[in-house]
Structures are given as C-alpha cells and as structure tokens.
C-alpha cells in the first residue's frame, strides 16, 4: 500500500480549466504510470514512462499531458481540449517496465462540471 | 494496442463455492500475468501474478492456470467467503500493460 500517493483525493474543476493530478513515489521505482477508470470498465493506460525525462502515449493520450523530471514524480494534466474528463485517475509505478508487479496510488476523483 | 477478453463481466456464487474468471489475449510477446483485485472505490492490489514459465502457481484459495499456446489464463478462488467480493482485474506485462475489463465478483453469504 505505502509508498505511491496522489493528491487530492477528490477534485472538482469547472469545465474548461486545465487541472494537475499529483502522483509521488519513494519506492524507487523507474516506471511510473497513468490510468483512467470509468464506471464499469478496466484501466486505460493514458501516459506511461520508464526513465526520467521520457514518457510515452498509453491508449488514451489526447487531451492529458505528462512531465517526468524527477525520478518520483509523475504529474498528470488534464486539459481543456479532453472532451470527457471526469473519472477515477490511478496511477501506478513498477520497478521495470515489464515483468514486475505494478503499485497503484490510493486515486484522484476528478469531477468536471 | 493489446486486446485483453476477460469473462464473465459479473459473476455471483454462493459462501464456499467455486469461482473463475477467464481471460484470453493476443500478444504472444507477454510473459507476465497478474491479477488485481478492486474494492470499491478502492486502488487496485496485486492477489497473484504468474510468469510465462509457470503453468500454475496456487496461494492458499487463489489459484492461476496459464496456457500460453491457447494465449489465456484463469483465476480460481476455492472456498468463497463475503470478503472475496470485488472487481478482480487481470493484467498482462509487456513495455506497457494492458487490463481486461474486470469482473464484479459477489459471494452470497
């Protein structure tokens, strides 16, 4: 459970404001990851990075923007232009990008209105 | 990207009964499997994963069985108890991962 947070746990933004998710590790982990969850269905991958200062589109990447400058820290923007960004937002770090278990965060609830 | 079938969507059994979730996937370049399991409005936890150079790997109730020449693996849970209640998610690793849509699993006291 420990190690991977984001912040804040709930976020109510207006429709047409750009918004930061906050995702932090301190498991030392290289890859970090993006998810979106919407009722009834699995996690869509929207962003994924595997180094510091890389990062590559998951599946669902319009309208999300990513940075990874620290090793920690992953930030999620969710922008104007995403037609329909209220969902569940989980991040998730690994220790290597394939074969090795991933550690989700507690996830952000974004409500756009 | 990856297309990861996983079925059925819900699922209800009876306290002390069987349960099993199936996927089935296309990328034959995946060697790693786990299983996640949701509660809700919870973050996903890790139950069991299994390496492409297992067949089966079991953990007290929870078992995983992987046939990679027929691309799918199954999660069983034995003996059902009202706490196994949850969205159970199976996953495959590669350069990204990909999810199957979950099944919503209800174990009837």
């Known amino acids: 459970d420990g190690g991977i947070t984001q912040s804040p746990k709930y976020l109510f933004r207006k429709e047409g404001q750009n918004v930061t998710l906050s995702c932090e590790q301190n498991l030392n982990h290289d890859a970090m990851y993006w998810y979106r969850q919407d009722p009834g269905q699995g996690l869509r991958l929207i962003y994924y990075s ?4 890389d990062f590559q589109k998951g599946d669902i990447a319009e309208g999300y923007s990513v940075s990874r400058e ?5 930030p999620l923007t969710v922008t104007s ?3 329909n960004p209220t969902a569940f937002y989980l991040c998730a770090s690994s220790s290597g990008a394939r074969n090795y278990e991933q550690y989700f965060g507690p996830g952000t609830r974004l409500t756009v209105t | 990207g ?3 079938e996983q079925h059925p969507s ?10 099993v979730i199936k996927c089935t996937y296309s990328d034959s370049a995946s060697n790693y499997f786990p299983w996640y399991k949701q509660e809700l409005g919870k973050r996903p936890q890790l139950i069991i994963d299994i390496r492409s150079n297992v067949g089966e790997k079991k953990d007290q109730r929870i078992a995983v069985t ?6 799918h693996f199954s ?5 059902t108890q009202p706490e196994d209640s949850a969205v159970y998610f199976c996953s495959l690793g590669g350069n990204q991962f990909y999810f199957g849509t979950g099944t919503s699993l209800t174990v009837i006291p």
């Open chain 2, 66 to 71: 992987l046939n990679k020449t027929a691309k």
């Open chain 1, 70 to 74: 620290k090793k920690e820290s992953f």
């Open chain 1, 81 to 83: 232009a995403q037609k």
């Open chain 2, 10 to 19: 819900t699922l209800s059994v009876q306290e002390g009964d069987s349960a």
């Open chain 2, 75 to 79: 999660l069983h849970i034995t003996e």
């Open chain 1, 50 to 53: 595997q180094i510091v200062n």
């Open chain 2, 2 to 4: 990856e297309n990861v």
